[in-house]
């Protein structure tokens, strides 16, 4: 059976890039009727905190990404490193190394100096230096020195390096923690992980990794290292770029089927097709479909995919997340009698559930003022004749439908000889406030007619102040 992890350190939310990679694994895992465990890689003590662990929960939780096993938590798997430490020190694949931090700094240095690659010049190696009480030892593993070193990359293809290359690496630290490259190698080996997708800054962990594996006795898993992320720039996707960790999509009004259906394009492709359901991508995915080059981060394009979903999801589902985001600004909506027609006339319209959101608040608040350039281009002196005329005949309008309302600005454009527009537009602003709004009878229909009189009022007043001044 396959089995995937995703294995985030908890310094900070979960990025687009990690949100990606446990996408990747986790599909993987469906596919292939598999497991995915989450582990939580919490031993730099300094930099994990609670609020990290719990984004990285939230954020799992917001895109679906359910996991069979876990979460784990490397701080409360100690045991397990050391006792594997200690299997390397007594196979002899591993040693003690009392090299100070003054005597690596000056080799690094002369290195450097040297035109050569840092790297530990095994000092220590054949010492058959014990663990000495009280002394500030680290272990280090005792790398192969000759062969190559070898592993299946389903995106770099086979990967081999001469061991040669290869120092040896600190697996356990002088205060007795496990490093990095240790702690992961005993899970993926003891929590029988057969397949490690993950970001490709971690590539040159590997061959490491590998030859610790091996060192323990272990089946070397399959790998897939994903190429990173860039913003639009083309530099590596970060802070300046906007947002970058998966929450702020939440709060922006993004819906988790559009995030994911986006993070999958983001570094996986199936022909032309863009629009992927949770079942299709789990139909589809495989590993000979990540791309083998770095993504651009394109907001468009997610806007363009958020705005698929809001059309194509449930109006029940849509109107639910427009609820909880006015219940967030507390805004009472209760006024308006039909707030699902409301949502469904604008879900077509815009990006995001907070631009929605945006854009409805009219039909349950009065605005504080009209769009400036709006009111400036088009509350004016010609605009009062065709105003108090709608008025005075939507007051007398007792079917207050679209189709009514439509035929009454037509009767009076007719009437006073002029184009829709400058019936239109005019009402538009006076309702609404702003020059773009859905089917001007559609909404007037949906904001009634008391609404839409007040405001007509305030519009006619509007102007004739103007006018005084
Ligand atoms: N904890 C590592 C990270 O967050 C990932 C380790 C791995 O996937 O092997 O970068």
């Not at 009698?337 to 929605?356: C, G, H, K, M, P």
Request: glycine residues 6%; aromatic residues 8%; charged residues 25%.
């Amino acid at each position: 059976m396959i089995k995937t992890r995703f294995a985030p350190s908890p310094t900070g939310v979960l990025h687009v890039g990690g949100a990606r990679t446990a996408l990747f694994c986790w599909l993987y895992s469906k596919k292939m009727k598999g497991k995915f465990v989450l582990r939580i890689e919490d031993t730099d003590l300094e930099r994990s905190t609670p609020e990290s662990v719990q984004a990285i929960l939230d954020a799992m939780q917001w895109l679906g990404l359910d996991y069979d096993e876990g979460p784990y938590y490397q701080t409360q798997r100690f045991e397990h490193y050391r006792k594997a430490i200690a299997q390397l020190l007594e196979q002899g694949d591993a040693y003690y190394c009392q090299c100070s931090r003054e005597r690596l700094e000056d080799l690094r240095e002369q290195q450097m100096k040297d035109k050569q690659k840092p790297r530990y010049d095994g000092c220590c190696r054949e010492l058959g230096l014990g663990p000495q009480a009280g002394s500030s030892m680290v272990v280090r593993f005792r790398n192969p020195q000759q062969g190559m070193v070898s592993f299946k990359d389903h995106v770099k293809g086979a990967v081999s390096v001469d061991n040669r290359e290869l120092d040896d690496l600190i697996i356990e630290r002088s205060d007795g923690s496990p490093t990095y490259n240790l702690s992961v190698v005993v899970d993926d080996m003891e929590m029988d992980i057969t397949h490690v997708l993950r970001g490709d800054d971690h590539v040159n962990n590997t061959p490491r990794q590998v030859n610790i594996l091996r060192a323990l006795g272990a089946t070397v898993p399959e790998y897939a290292h994903v190429p990173m992320i860039l913003g639009d720039d083309g530099k590596r996707l970060s802070k300046r770029h906007g947002a970058v960790g998966v929450m702020e999509y939440f709060e922006a009004g993004y819906l988790p089927e559009a995030m994911l259906n986006y993070l999958v394009r983001l570094g996986w492709s199936h022909g032309d097709q863009e629009i992927f359901t949770r079942d299709e991508m789990i139909e589809l995915f495989s590993l000979d479909g990540l791309n083998k080059s770095a993504s651009s981060f394109n907001t468009e394009k997610l806007n363009w995919i958020n705005q698929q979903y809001l059309m194509r999801a449930p109006l029940d589902s849509i109107v639910g997340l427009v609820e909880q985001r006015l219940l967030r600004l507390q805004i009472d909506h209760s006024g308006v009698l039909d707030f699902a027609s409301v949502v469904d006339l604008y879900r077509q319209r815009v990006s995001t559930i907070n631009e929605l959101v945006d854009s409805i608040l009219y039909y349950f608040q009065d605005f504080n003022d009209y769009d400036a350039k709006a009111a400036a281009k088009v509350l004016k002196a010609s605009a009062l004749r065709p105003l108090q005329c709608l008025h005075e005949r939507l007051t007398l309008l007792d079917s207050w439908t679209a189709d009514d309302i439509h035929a009454l600005i037509e009767a009076i454009t007719v009437e006073l000889d002029v184009g829709m527009g400058k019936v239109g537009q005019p009402l538009r602003v006076a309702v609404t406030g702003g020059s773009f709004s859905p089917p001007i009878d559609q909404t007037l229909e949906l904001l009634g007619k008391e609404r839409s009189l007040a405001r007509l009022e305030r519009a006619i007043d509007h102007i004739s102040e103007k006018q005084e001044q």
